[in-house]
């Protein structure tokens, strides 16, 4: 896949980073979301330390990571029962066609 050089702001430093070509908005989109996460982190009166505010907005987005791979492995879930229920609705209502047929 071919790449390009691509410049970000996170917190005030700029940095170049290798992305995708075509993924360009969504590297723009995560490195906004990180620069203020980390903004708020280090607005946070209990954090002392930048390295503190690094790895407790780490810890957040990771458990909003996790989080969401369960609610979409729920959902998944839940679709494949609507999808059987389906399935087996329309084999109920094609039934007593295929016995006029026999």
């Known amino acids: 896949m071919t790449q390009r050089t ?30 203020d996460r980390l903004t708020a982190m280090n607005n946070s009166k209990s ?20 989080t969401a791979r369960l609610q979409l492995k729920t959902e998944q879930q839940e679709n494949k029962q609507k999808i059987v229920l389906l399935q087996s609705t329309i084999a109920q209502a094609l039934a007593p066609a295929r016995k006029k047929q026999a």
Do not use: F, H, W, Y
């Not at 700029?14 to 723009?28: D, F, R």
């Not at 002392?48 to 987005?61: F, I, K, S």
């Open 6 to 35: 691509v410049e970000i702001t996170v917190i005030d430093r700029k940095l170049k980073v290798a992305c995708p070509i075509g993924q360009e908005s969504a590297l723009l989109g995560a490195a906004a979301e990180l620069s």
């Open 47 to 66: 954090i002392a330390t930048p390295e503190q505010a690094l790895l407790m907005t780490a810890l957040n987005l990771t458990n909003d990571l996790l």
